[in-house]
């Protein structure tokens, strides 16, 4: 049964990067069928999608963050990573990995349970 | 961008009553080429990650009850649960998968009568 799972500092000061691990267990993330994403969700608020990148490395990111995302893959610990730079306190949220099974373009079908990244000084 | 709009905000029905959630996106999200709406639901309940329950606009996900089913094509959608149970009480979102960026509606809140 794949499982995703995110991990990574819970408070991140305003300014600094954020940087959240997904680690893949059950499957190889190096599987041509799927693609793997972050998406977030604000204390209260709905759900935001961030990025989502292929084995290969080809990413796709939000235009609302592109200049401060980076998502990358590291097939080798089967896990793919996030970073948002320049954080605010409209960054805090709580972030998810997700599995994407249609090529490009796709829904979620496998979520993480979701790690709380908190923005303060 | 492709903006996805859930209606009502929230709804109270009464437990085996049926319950109806609205989206509607702001561009068509039906492929012609393959004739797929590409568009899919989801069910959040507290503390928990959203689960996805329809996808392509009609398709059930594994496992998922039957009294869940999806409808619509083009821009408008719709989630039905016939025979509202207690477990079914959450957020529904809907999500476009045409384009990028991938958009989510702002949620619907079920809950008991």
């Known amino acids: 049964q794949l499982q995703v799972q995110e991990s990574g500092p819970g408070l991140v000061k305003p300014s600094e990067t954020l940087s959240l691990t997904c680690i893949v267990s059950g499957d190889s993330i190096s599987s041509s069928d799927y693609y793997w994403g972050w998406i977030r969700q604000p204390p209260g608020k709905g759900l935001e999608w961030i990025g989502t990148i292929y084995y290969s490395g080809t990413t796709f990111y939000n235009p609302s963050l592109k200049s401060r995302v980076t998502i990358s893959v590291d097939t080798s610990k089967n896990q793919f990573s996030l970073r948002l730079s320049s954080v605010t306190a409209a960054d805090t949220a709580l972030y998810y990995c997700?599995?994407?099974?249609?090529?490009?373009?796709?829904?979620?079908?496998?979520w993480g349970k979701g790690t709380t990244v908190t923005v303060s000084s | 961008d492709i903006v996805m709009t859930q209606s009502p905000d929230s709804l109270a029905v009464s437990l085996g009553e049926r319950a109806t959630i609205n989206c509607k996106s702001s561009q068509s999200v039906l492929y012609i080429s393959n004739n797929k709406n590409y568009l899919a639901w989801y069910q959040q309940k507290p503390g928990q990650p959203p689960k996805l329950l329809i996808y392509w606009a009609s398709t059930r996900e594994s496992g998922v009850p039957d009294r869940f089913s999806g409808g619509g094509s083009g821009t408008d959608f719709t989630l039905t649960i016939n025979g509202l149970q207690a477990e079914d009480v959450a957020v529904y979102y809907c999500?476009?998968?045409?384009?990028?960026?991938?958009?989510f509606g702002g949620g619907t809140k079920v809950e008991i009568k």
């Open positions: 999500q476009q998968y045409y384009s990028t960026p991938l958009t």
């Open positions: 997700a599995r994407l099974p249609h090529r490009g373009y796709s829904f979620m079908d496998v």
